[in-house]
């Protein structure tokens, strides 16, 4: 269950609709707290998740629906092989990745999934990491 008491009303409001929550006891694995599997926000049990973290999911989902799902995830894999190629480290790997650079960069703007255009992710294909993601990355 969310705990939605320290979420701004129209937070709740906007994005209540647009929740779909599972708790699980295994998933997702490692020392993730969350996964988003097409649309479905799974989150680890005993996890509280913050309004960022659910607008960071919820981003994932605007970037997965854009994308048709399935395609979604064959270009996270690849960009996530490629960015351990250049990085030689799972985690930098996994943070330079287009989807989560654009999702941790904005997560904290309530305000981005009613502003945000189409395909936006692009732009964070070949954007150097910046001082907002490493601060994000160390939350
Ligand atoms: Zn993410």
Same mark, same amino acid.
């Given at each position: 269950?969310?705990?939605?008491?320290?979420?701004?009303?129209?937070?709740?409001?906007?994005?209540?609709?647009?929740?779909?929550?599972?708790?699980?006891?295994?998933?997702?694995? /490692?020392?993730?707290?969350?996964?988003?599997?097409? /649309?479905?926000?799974?989150?680890?049990?005993?996890?509280?998740?913050?309004?960022?973290?659910?607008?960071?999911?919820?981003?994932?989902?605007?970037?997965?629906?854009?994308?048709?799902?399935?395609?979604? =995830?064959?270009?996270?894999?690849?960009?996530?092989?490629?960015?351990?190629?250049? =990085?030689?480290?799972?985690?930098?790997?996994?943070?330079?990745?287009?989807?989560?650079?654009?999702?941790?960069?904005?997560?904290?703007?309530?305000? =981005?999934?009613?502003?945000?255009?189409?395909?936006?992710?692009?732009? =964070?294909?070949?954007?150097?990491?910046?001082?907002?993601?490493?601060?994000?990355?160390?939350?």
């Amino acid at each position: 269950m969310v705990v939605w008491l320290n979420f701004p009303k129209f937070v709740v409001s906007i994005h209540r609709s647009m929740l779909r929550i599972r708790h699980s006891k295994h998933i997702p694995f /490692g020392s993730y707290a969350a996964i988003n599997l097409f /649309g479905f926000i799974i989150i680890k049990k005993g996890i509280h998740l913050r309004w960022t973290d659910i607008n960071h999911e919820l981003i994932h989902t605007r970037q997965q629906a854009e994308m048709l799902w399935i395609p979604f =995830y064959t270009w996270y894999v690849v960009e996530w092989l490629i960015k351990f190629i250049i =990085y030689r480290n799972l985690n930098r790997a996994y943070y330079n990745i287009s989807f989560e650079r654009e999702a941790y960069s904005n997560q904290h703007d309530i305000q =981005y999934l009613r502003n945000r255009k189409w395909y936006s992710f692009v732009k =964070y294909l070949f954007k150097k990491k910046t001082d907002k993601t490493l601060k994000y990355k160390n939350e």
